[in-house]
């Protein structure tokens, strides 16, 4: 799996968008980019996916760069809720999830009030 | 929907003591497996199943044992406990691989060896 660069922490302000980044410089052709927070030391939790092209669902959307070196996931109306620890992995899909997500540190995100 | 349900949610040992974290998954899933997370780090892969009977080691395996005799069932035994195995274990599963979108976590078991 490539490796990831994210920063280690970020502060938003309540009800304002917060945009992670998420570094993968040797990202190959058939890795895709997950999104997973864990909040307070709870299980993580998945977010969104994406290969190439921008993807959006309830909870966040996923900006990926026309040269799949970079993206950011978006949450639009940031709430106190969503204060936790974000991890940005890249793998091929096709090996599946259980059977070994790499989880860096992550960014740790403070939502403000 | 009950999801993934790791059982004990916290538990203390003494240190040469052996016992088994539970892990159970009712979404029929074929991937499941273990992960510790030590303080201020991510998740780090213990052992891993893609199926009943079939089991592999991930990064960090020595000190524990998995089986997987039921597609549901996936239980970590700790052999003989030592004080460094002191962490937040998470179980999760998953679809198989050609249809994976994401792993489903357990709320974990929090473990200290004494």
């Known amino acids: 799996d490539a490796k990831t660069t994210q920063p280690p922490s970020m502060d938003c302000a309540e009800g304002r968008a917060a945009n992670l980044p998420c570094n993968h410089s040797t990202i190959s052709g058939n890795e895709y980019v997950y999104w997973y927070r864990q909040i307070h030391s709870q299980g993580p939790q998945y977010i969104i996916h994406g290969l190439k092209n921008n993807e959006t669902n309830e909870m966040a959307s996923l900006i990926i760069t026309e040269d799949r070196k970079s993206s950011t996931l978006i949450l639009p109306h940031a709430t106190l809720r969503d204060t936790a620890v974000y991890y940005c992995?890249?793998?091929?899909?096709?090996?599946?999830?259980?059977?070994?997500?790499?989880f860096g540190k992550g960014t740790h995100l403070i939502i403000q009030p | 929907n009950a999801g993934v349900t790791q059982t004990p949610k916290f538990q203390v040992l003494k240190t040469g003591q052996s016992m088994t974290l539970q892990c159970a998954q009712d979404m029929n899933h074929e991937y499941m497996s273990w992960y510790r997370q030590d303080p201020g780090m991510g998740l780090r892969l213990i052992h891993y199943s893609v199926g009943a009977g079939i089991t592999d080691q991930g990064e960090v395996p020595n000190g524990y044992n998995v089986s997987r005799s039921t597609t549901e069932d996936f239980p970590l035994r700790l052999l003989s406990a030592a004080p460094s195995q002191t962490s937040v274990y998470f179980c999760a599963s998953s679809r198989g691989a050609r249809t994976y979108t994401e792993a489903f976590f357990g709320q974990g078991t929090r473990l200290t060896v004494v």
């Open positions: 992995i890249v793998r091929v899909a096709s090996r599946g999830g259980a059977d070994g997500l790499t």
